[in-house]
């Protein structure tokens, strides 16, 4: 059995944008299932504020920015596929 891919969002409070991305996600997720985890750029300890805090929502799939700003929610479904597809052929 194949496991889930993981999507990471990052994203911060007071952000319309990022609730918006939320729910993209969630009917991306739907479509093609994966493990969501959140990250807040400015809770203690995270290093993702300077990284990131001119870009949130920013949706990373294994280590790597696939979204940023706003969800292309058919482009992320191609990438999602593609990948758990990659996963396949193993």
Known sequence: MAS??????F???NCGLCTTAKEALTRVQVKVP?????VD???????????YMFDVPVVEL????????????P??????????GQGLSS
Do not use: W
């Open 4 to 9: 889930l891919l993981r999507l990471t969002l």
């Open 11 to 13: 994203t911060k409070a």
């Open 34 to 38: 994966f493990h969501l985890d959140q």
């Open 41 to 51: 750029i400015y809770a203690p300890g995270q290093e993702a504020s300077q990284k």
């Open 62 to 73: 294994n280590g790597r920015v696939a979204m940023m700003h706003r969800i292309d929610e």
């Open 75 to 84: 482009k992320l479904v191609e990438i999602l596929q593609k990948e758990a």
